[in-house]
């Protein structure tokens, strides 16, 4: 079983920067494609980020491209979310989601296809 923890959240200005991280003690991190998810209160799950497992694929949602990177260093079995000029349309819980590579990583904004879900992290962002 994989276990997700996030950390990072908090409070922070619009037009500041946060950076998100997502940790596991699975020995087979390498073989997890990874995303990060947000939920701003009374709307569904978003689309924001994902990776591959090797870290060469990257694809964003609309709202983050631009502003948000994603990364992950499978030494330290750690994916993050670097948030740059966040605005207060950005305040949400930020999950952080997981499934196998085998997989494929055609379909990274798919919630219902992630196997894997951490508790997540508030964001706040106050203008």
């Known amino acids: 079983q994989v276990q997700l923890v996030e950390s990072g959240g908090g409070l922070v200005q619009a037009g500041g920067s946060l950076k998100l991280s997502c940790t596991t003690s699975t020995r087979t991190f390498n073989s997890l494609n990874m995303a990060w998810f947000r939920q701003a209160p009374g709307k569904g799950r978003e689309f924001v980020a994902a990776i591959s497992w090797g870290g060469a694929l990257t694809n964003y949602g609309d709202s983050a491209r631009g502003r948000f990177t994603i990364s992950r260093d499978n030494a330290k079995n750690t994916m993050y979310l670097q948030m740059n000029r966040v605005q207060v349309e950005d305040t949400a819980i930020y999950y952080c989601?997981?499934?196998?590579?085998?997989?494929?990583?055609?379909?990274?904004?798919?919630?219902?296809?992630?196997?894997?879900w951490g508790q997540g992290t508030q964001v706040t962002v106050s203008s």
């Open positions: 989601a997981a499934r196998d590579k085998s997989a494929g990583f055609l379909e990274y904004a798919t919630v219902d296809l992630y196997d894997y």
